[in-house]
């Protein structure tokens, strides 16, 4: 093998640049506080810290879901909420009422503030949220209004699920739709990936918004919906059928009976009770949606320190560590210039002379 001055002095360039890129890589590990700063450095820990991140992206995501569904349900909370203290109201009349110390024009007179507990009831029943949204139309929020008039017997509403709602027309508010699914939030990792149209959601997702039909619906509804709107008359028959048993119509019923001097029939004033015990169970479950964002917010918290603690672990650089691989970097750096100077004076004529 031939070896050449010049050998020896592209050696010995080669070695002074390779440490002094062993010297600049110390330094800018020291300088960024990690370890991994491009592919090269370490591709298999940059891989990992690339995973790591989407996935605490994806928590924080998750989080900013819970936030927006939390006021989601804040205000579902606060219409039930309000439901519900008026239809205590309407009982605790619908009681007084009942007493024969209370004559004819007295129960026609309480029957203007029932009018207004039933107005109050109905803008609750067709609450639109802060996105313009309705809380209670199922997975058609973007309706005009979750209960509207019923078509085929006047002076009652229906649920807008409900063929009651069909007039048959194109623009009938009609919408079958509205009977199956929900509007669901992501705010966890999903089990399935997989979403029904009757889901009720499991702990990754959760629903802010309700079937009308299903919320202010009555349990076992006793009341008889008597009172025909066309000619003013109590006929015993519904002018087109039966109306949708939903406590706004229980309270028409109630309202009709006071408007005529009689008192709230006894079927009234129970299927009230139901209604009111029905919609703190309600209240109840939204509660417990909001505990289930809590618990999930927590456990993405305590997910996400696990896996920064990880990622610490792959990508920051060990101060201590840093130090003495750019102090050795530096001597040895130091070490090939003045190898170098030396090999410079390497020749066959300095040998000869």
Known sequence: MRISTNMFHNNSVSSIQNHQR???????????????????????????????NRTMNNIEQYAYNGEFAKAKLVQEETAITDSIDGLQRARELGIQLMNDTYSESNRIAASEELGQIINQLKNMMNYTDSDGEKLFAGNNVNVDAAFVDDVNNPGYFSYIGSTNADDGSATTPYDPLANYGSRFVQIGFDADNKINADDLGDPSRVRVTDNGNDVFGVPNATTTYAYNTDDQTLTGIPVGGTPDDNILNVLVEFQRALKAGDPPPDEVIDDISESITSLSLVRAEIGGRQNRIENQYDAGESFTLALQERRLGLEEQDIVEGITELTKSEN??????????????????NYLR
Do not use: E, M, Y
């Not at 330094?27 to 960024?32: D, F, N, P, Y």
């Not at 040895?332 to 004529?349: C, E, G, P």
């Open 22 to 52: 062993d010297v600049l890589d110390a330094q800018l590990r020291l300088s960024t506080g990690k370890r991994v700063n491009s592919p090269s450095d370490d591709p298999v820990a940059l891989s990992q810290i690339n995973s790591l």
């Open 332 to 349: 040895a750096l130091q070490i090939a210039q003045q190898v170098f100077t030396r090999v410079q004076d390497l020749s066959l004529f």
